[in-house]
């Protein structure tokens, strides 16, 4: 993809479109199956926002014993966001795998037998009603699978999922990073006009302060020193200086531009910059005393604010 410039003077924003491609979003869906003789394994991740990384596993029953290896392999991938991690291990049963107790039938049948003889109970004991009852059917342990020896299948459908997970979260990051791109291009914008508009600040001040100096000199007949209209002028030329504030937000606008192209989980490190983003924001617009430069520092702000709300769903 190409790349957008805005020239402001001597400087030029390189704030890439291409940025996007290393933007992940915290947001996403990816899930897996895959069989491998006679066992189904299945893999659903959910992921929201967070600040941190937690990772949620629900594993079916006798294979918790792979929740470390599963972790592992998430945390290994992901930096970022709640993660709800779902595997279901099923294996395609076998006639060995249930047997009937027959003690316990024959104990169930009888004792319902004589039962429903002392109620006066119409008609037999169904056998399909008690072979539902606790113990009737026991399943053969032996036939489990040992949870280290589906770990392979499972390793690899979890992998498959995350990458599934992947493509999801970097479609919106994709999305998101457009979004940035053209925030960031609005703060240039603005920025350009403040900086177009400062030396006017200093000039008009002087008029006003000639204007005012000579009305009094009119009116009063006093006399004042061409030094000290410089001298005042020169105080508040630097009070209102923003040339410094200026620099620096174009350095932090490149830094964020760097980081969102270039680093992989960038969003930490995002949001330090906005805070400094925001602060020489806040600085210009105490220092201009201009109505005109205050108007851009307000559109300034509403980018910034966009921009944070955006990056708290970027890993």
């Not at 992998?159 to 240039?188: F, K, P, W, Y």
């Not at 006093?222 to 923003?242: C, H, K, M, N, W």
Request: a negative charge; one cysteine or more.
């Amino acid at each position: 993809m190409g790349e957008s410039r805005c020239e402001m003077g001597p400087f030029v924003f390189p704030f890439a479109v291409d940025m996007a491609v290393s933007l992940l979003s915290m947001t996403g869906h990816g899930e897996a199956q895959r069989q491998q003789d006679g066992v189904r394994v299945a893999v659903e991740l959910r992921t929201v926002n967070n600040r941190f990384l937690k990772v949620s596993l629900r594993v079916s029953e006798g294979y918790g014993g792979l929740e470390p290896q599963i972790e592992a392999l998430v945390r290994n991938r992901l930096h970022r966001g709640t993660v709800t991690v779902s595997v279901r291990v099923d294996r395609e049963s076998s006639p060995d795998d249930f047997q009937l107790n027959e003690v316990v039938l024959a104990s169930y049948y009888r004792q319902l037998r004589e039962v429903g003889q002392r109620a006066g109970w119409a008609g037999d004991v169904r056998i399909d009603s008690v072979l539902t009852l606790p113990g009737v059917v026991a399943e053969n342990a032996q036939h489990r699978l040992d949870a280290e020896t589906v770990w392979p299948l499972v390793e690899t459908t979890l992998t498959e999922a995350l990458q599934s997970l992947s493509r999801m979260r970097a479609d919106e990051g994709a999305a998101m990073g457009r979004d940035l791109h053209a925030n960031c291009e609005a703060i240039v914008a603005d920025l350009e006009q403040i900086e177009q508009r400062a030396p006017l600040v200093v000039e008009a001040y002087r008029k006003r302060l000639l204007e005012r100096l000579n009305k009094l000199l009119e009116e009063f007949g006093l006399e004042i020193q061409p030094a000290d209209v410089v001298r005042e002028v020169g105080l508040f030329t630097d009070r209102s200086d923003i040339s410094e504030e200026i620099v620096r937000l174009r350095s932090h606008l490149q830094q964020f531009e760097s980081i969102a192209r270039t680093e992989q989980a960038s969003g930490r490190k995002l949001e330090f910059v906005i805070q400094e983003m925001q602060r020489e924001t806040n600085t210009i617009g105490s220092k201009a005393n201009d109505a005109e430069i205050a108007r851009h520092v307000v559109e300034i702000k509403t980018a910034i604010e966009r921009i944070r709300e955006m990056i708290q769903n970027i890993e």
